[in-house]
């Protein structure tokens, strides 16, 4: 199976750019992003050994996860797309971490379902470190104040911090922006870089990287 090749690829890059950027080999988690795609193109990358992946769409995940996760246990399944409020308590149930977190209507709704459903995800922040007004994610200069809100006044999981660079930046500015807002806020999960540039942001000190093309191949629109 070429995803499964590309997968072992992917890993050995991860471990090299650890290594280059004096990192501990470990430090740095994949999150196989399978939107898009099929059961019959997951099912081999997770009998390959990948356990964690990302989706954008809570409905996609649905029709697809609760049956992979009922044959492999110990799955770890991530929102990285936008989350509308409507699709909240789906997202919370299903979901064993969200990345998107990135305005306070959606933060209390998330904290309503987790104390109604006992179930608590791990939350990440998406940061919009471009500004871009097409784009999810709390603005950097309001980054801090809204950590302090889901931490502290909803009392809210926060694991780190997530961003996505403008397509046509270099994304080292953005990983590094990224990186000293979570430094300052005393976070230290970093969710960055993805099929182009992963190397580049384990290099700023991305803990988690976001990875699909590279693995499965260019993804079906729909």
Not at 95 to 104: A, K, L, S
Not at 168 to 184: M, S
Request: proline share 6%; with cysteine; hydrophobic share 40%.
């Amino acid at each position: 199976m070429v995803a499964t090749e590309n997968l072992t690829k992917v890993l050995a890059d991860i471990a090299q750019a650890e290594t280059g950027a004096g990192r501990p080999a470990g430090s740095v988690g994949l999150v196989a992003v399978s939107k898009t795609k099929p059961v019959e193109e997951i099912r081999p990358v997770i009998l390959a050994g990948q356990r964690v992946f990302g989706e954008n769409r809570v409905q996609e995940a649905q029709s697809k996860w609760p049956s992979l996760k009922a044959e492999t246990r110990d799955l770890e399944l991530h929102l990285i797309g936008p989350l509308q409020s409507n699709k909240t308590a789906d997202a919370v149930a299903l979901f064993d971490v969200i990345q998107t977190v990135d305005r306070e209507k959606i933060a209390r709704e998330i904290a309503r379902e987790i104390k109604k459903q006992g179930r608590a995800p791990g939350l990440f922040i998406q940061v919009n470190t471009g500004s871009e007004p097409q784009k999810a994610g709390i603005e950097p200069d309001a980054a801090a104040d809204f950590i302090d809100l889901c931490r502290n006044d909803l009392g809210l999981p926060i694991r780190g911090l997530m961003c996505i660079p403008p397509i046509d930046e270099n994304p080292g500015p953005h990983f590094a922006l990224l990186a000293k807002i979570a430094r300052e806020a005393g976070l230290d999960g970093l969710s960055m870089g993805m099929s182009d540039d992963y190397p580049i942001a384990i290099a700023f000190g991305a803990t988690q990287v976001r990875v699909g093309s590279a693995i499965f191949g260019a993804r079906d629109t729909h």
